[in-house]
């Protein structure tokens, strides 16, 4: 069996390649039809004779590869590889937020008030647990501010040490209280 990724994780880079699919079936048909000697001589001779009098019909050759055979398949080849068939995404950098994040937190005694539970401290915290949740691995650093500011935790990109300074900033800590 395949892998944990299987056909699931299967797909293509550059999809719309794939519309020249049809292109290819078409063109393979239409040379046919030129290239067929039963079908050329169809309208001409009768059916219960040309399948003895041609050399694609029953008989040997039947197998033979024609050249408009290889070229569809060459065409068909090519247009899949330019599809970019991948089992991996590519994963470009425009897609993904991976600024650094610097968030400055006020910690004043006005953050201990309730003016909806919970307080608007714990509001904050939760606001930047969802972020950091958000922002796996992306860089993000955490500064505590009232009358001052001061650095609490300088960029990292391991958001469970965040989470860890984050439970224990109070306005107590703070050396002097903001406006």
């Given at each position: 069996m395949l892998d944990d990724g299987g056909l699931s994780s299967f797909h293509f880079l550059r999809p719309w390649w794939l519309l020249l699919l049809p292109l290819a079936l078409w063109l393979h048909l239409r040379l046919h039809r030129t290239y067929s000697t039963a079908l050329q001589w169809r309208d001409t001779i009768a059916p219960h004779l040309l399948q003895h009098l041609t050399l694609d019909g029953a008989g040997h050759k039947a197998w033979r590869?024609?050249?408009?055979?290889?070229?569809?398949?060459?065409?068909?080849?090519?247009?899949?590889?330019?599809?970019?068939?991948?089992?991996?995404p590519e994963i470009t950098p425009f897609t993904e937020d991976r600024a650094a994040l610097i968030v400055a937190l006020e910690l004043t005694p006005s953050m201990l008030a309730v003016d909806q539970p919970p307080t608007r401290l714990e509001r904050a915290k939760q606001k930047l647990?969802?972020?950091?949740?958000?922002?796996?691995?992306?860089?993000?650093?955490?500064?505590?501010?009232?009358?001052?500011?001061?650095?609490?935790?300088?960029?990292?990109?391991?958001?469970?040490?965040?989470?860890?300074?984050?439970?224990?900033?109070?306005?107590?800590?703070?050396?002097?209280?903001?406006?």
């Amino acid at each position: 069996m395949l892998d944990d990724g299987g056909l699931s994780s299967f797909h293509f880079l550059r999809p719309w390649w794939l519309l020249l699919l049809p292109l290819a079936l078409w063109l393979h048909l239409r040379l046919h039809r030129t290239y067929s000697t039963a079908l050329q001589w169809r309208d001409t001779i009768a059916p219960h004779l040309l399948q003895h009098l041609t050399l694609d019909g029953a008989g040997h050759k039947a197998w033979r590869i024609r050249p408009y055979q290889l070229m569809t398949v060459a065409m068909m080849l090519a247009v899949l590889a330019l599809a970019g068939p991948s089992w991996r995404p590519e994963i470009t950098p425009f897609t993904e937020d991976r600024a650094a994040l610097i968030v400055a937190l006020e910690l004043t005694p006005s953050m201990l008030a309730v003016d909806q539970p919970p307080t608007r401290l714990e509001r904050a915290k939760q606001k930047l647990r969802d972020l950091l949740s958000r922002r796996k691995g992306a860089r993000t650093a955490l500064i505590a501010y009232t009358g001052s500011a001061h650095t609490v935790l300088p960029l990292t990109d391991d958001s469970s040490l965040i989470e860890l300074y984050l439970e224990s900033l109070t306005p107590a800590l703070m050396p002097e209280t903001g406006a």
